[in-house]
């Protein structure tokens, strides 16, 4: 993988997310962003250092995303939704700064913050224990079940970091109501998931048998 693309890709999204929160809030006086964007560039940046030093192709298929990149049809239109809910949560909770619908406690947004840490240090993990944990939805020729780390417990890790990412951006940027986004979102990747474990049932070997093994797909214990 190139090293300036890499680079390039890196910069542009925190300030794109940047660009988009403070003009929703009307404000440069937005510390919740400051400290959210903070937080998300420090939480990705060593894990895709070390992933692109030790596996450049599991972190090109982490970095192909977006309906373009999804071969079929249903996870296209699903994977729209997941990233409507995402703009939203974040237009929302901006917003929120912006007029004060809702007041967030400091020690609320510094959890929130935590867990946007921690889903995305999830995510990042998951590319790490399994090389083929890409962001779209595809069998590769040579993949083989990963049931180790992470996928001992669930069967979806990087959908259980996205969740909880989901749920700290709100408190992170001190809105309430931007949690609302977090019901359709789950909605999604619900739907996702089930798409997605039909494929894998019938064209990855031993994927039955783990499913067999390991229960739950979201959270242990719920779902």
Request: proline share 5%; charged share 15%.
């Amino acid at each position: 993988m190139q090293t300036i693309p890499l680079v390039v890709s890196g910069l542009i999204q925190p300030v794109v997310l940047g660009a988009v929160l403070f003009l929703a809030a009307g404000t440069l006086d937005y510390w919740q962003a400051w400290v959210l964007l903070l937080v998300a560039c420090l939480s990705t940046a060593l894990p895709t250092f070390y992933l692109w030093r030790t596996d450049p192709v599991a972190l090109q298929r982490r970095m192909r995303a977006g309906p373009t990149a999804e071969p079929r049809i249903a996870q296209k239109v699903l994977i729209v939704g997941w990233y409507s809910s995402l703009a939203a949560a974040f237009v929302v909770s901006a917003l929120d700064h912006r007029f004060g619908w809702s007041t967030v406690p400091t020690p609320i947004c510094l959890i929130g913050d935590g867990l946007v840490a921690i889903g995305l240090v999830v995510q990042m993990l998951v590319v790490i224990q399994n090389s083929h944990a890409a962001a779209t939805v595809r069998i590769e020729s040579d993949q083989t079940v990963a049931s180790t780390g992470l996928y001992r417990l669930v069967r979806h890790p990087m959908y259980t970091g996205n969740i909880v990412l989901m749920l700290g951006i709100p408190l992170a940027l001190g809105s309430y109501w931007g949690l609302v986004f977090v019901i359709p979102a789950l909605v999604v990747l619900a739907m996702r998931i089930s798409d997605e474990e039909e494929l894998l049932r019938e064209e990855l070997t031993g994927y039955r048998e783990y499913t067999q093994t390991v229960r739950y797909r979201l959270a242990p214990g719920i779902w």
